[in-house]
């Protein structure tokens, strides 16, 4: 089963129900307190990766969805390379 998801962003997703991520961090249902938490959410669908989007427009890949990705998929290693401004490290 799915359900409706607006990203931050207004993109209109089908994601996976709540009961699928229970007990774990989840961009969607559950994110850990990250200092990007508050940034809208926008779904690339080019590379499948949730992005904060910070301030200044950057997207910076969702440090719960980038650990989901690295963790499920083989060869995610490249997952995380964005055009970063800083934001994400906390100096931005």
Known sequence: MTEAYV???GQRLE???RDVCV???CVVHAPT???MRG???HWRRDRMLMER???HGVGHPDPDHLAYVQATFLDQ???GIHG???CCRGSG
Do not use: M, S, W
């Open 33 to 35: 307190d990250h200092r």
């Open 53 to 55: 989007i910070c301030p």
């Open 39 to 41: 940034y809208p959410t």
């Open 7 to 9: 990203t931050g962003t």
């Open 23 to 25: 007990g774990r961090a």
């Open 84 to 86: 970063c401004d800083g």
């Open 15 to 17: 994601v996976h129900d």
């Open 77 to 79: 290693t490249a997952a």
